[in-house]
């Protein structure tokens, strides 16, 4: 079953601009980790935040987690058309559990 | 250096039949885990294992079956493949398979269509 749940489902926005995706999930974790996904192809790792820290960046990226109310935020600052993906979020629960439990994910589609 | 290899690219069964899909980890990789994703959702875990040994299972029927290799590739069978078996089957490959900072890379998955 789904953990995450990103939000907004879709989102639009013209190059240039910021995008911000929201993610919550359910469980206590032991990190929180974002993908990208062009096309029904394979996963790419973008960035992973532990449940100890609270912002992290990465170029472009700006990554928030919020272990108190179960959420997180991926933040693309200028925007460029090759953004166009699907963006996932996914949770690894505390205790040591292997599997990687994914949101549904945010289709972003950043116009020329 | 190469990254997680996946065989076949595509794939077409139909109903009853079974299929075998192959994954080759990120060099020095020794845990393989494998996901299925539907059209239109966020993959889902079927598989860990980590030094040929199973670690994890999902929620997924007796008909899904994988094994790892002495090299750390591995393999998934589905057998008596239904309609609902089709999706996209992504493997993943990591150093541990565990621990805060263990980072999975995704192969860029086998689409499989159940006729």
């Known amino acids: 079953s789904q953990q995450g749940e990103e939000d907004p489902q879709a989102l639009s926005i013209q190059e240039g601009e910021n995008a911000t995706m929201n993610c919550s999930y359910k469980?206590?974790?032991?990190?929180l980790q974002w993908y990208r996904q062009n096309s029904g192809r394979g996963l790419v790792h973008l960035i992973l935040?532990?449940?100890?820290?609270r912002e992290k960046h990465s170029g472009r990226l700006r990554v928030t987690l919020d272990t108190s109310k179960k959420s997180s935020s991926l933040l693309i600052t200028a925007s460029r058309a090759a953004d166009t993906a699907s963006y996932f979020c996914?949770?690894?629960?505390?205790?040591?559990?292997?599997?990687?439990?994914f949101g549904k994910g945010t289709k972003l589609t950043v116009n020329p | 250096d190469a990254g997680v290899t996946q065989s076949p690219t595509h794939l077409i069964k139909t109903r009853g039949q079974h299929v075998t899909l192959r994954c080759s980890p990120i060099?020095?990789?020794?845990?393989v885990s494998w996901y299925q994703q539907v059209l239109g959702q966020g993959p889902q875990f079927i598989f860990q294992?980590?030094?040929?040994?199973?670690?994890g299972r999902g929620n997924f029927p007796d008909r899904f079956s994988a094994r790892q290799f002495p090299n750390y590739s591995s393999e998934l069978n589905v057998n008596a493949l239904l309609l609902g078996d089709s999706a996209l089957y992504l493997c993943?490959?990591?150093?541990?398979?565990?621990?805060?900072?263990?980072?999975?890379?995704f192969g860029a998955g086998t689409r499989l269509s159940v006729l």
């Open positions: 996914a949770t690894r629960a505390q205790g040591g559990s292997e599997k990687l439990v």
């Open positions: 993943a490959s990591s150093f541990l398979g565990t621990g805060v900072s263990d980072i999975q890379y």
């Open positions: 060099s020095g990789h020794k845990s």
């Open positions: 469980t206590s974790i032991n990190n």
């Open positions: 935040i532990r449940s100890n820290e």
């Open positions: 294992y980590y030094e040929k040994e199973e670690r």
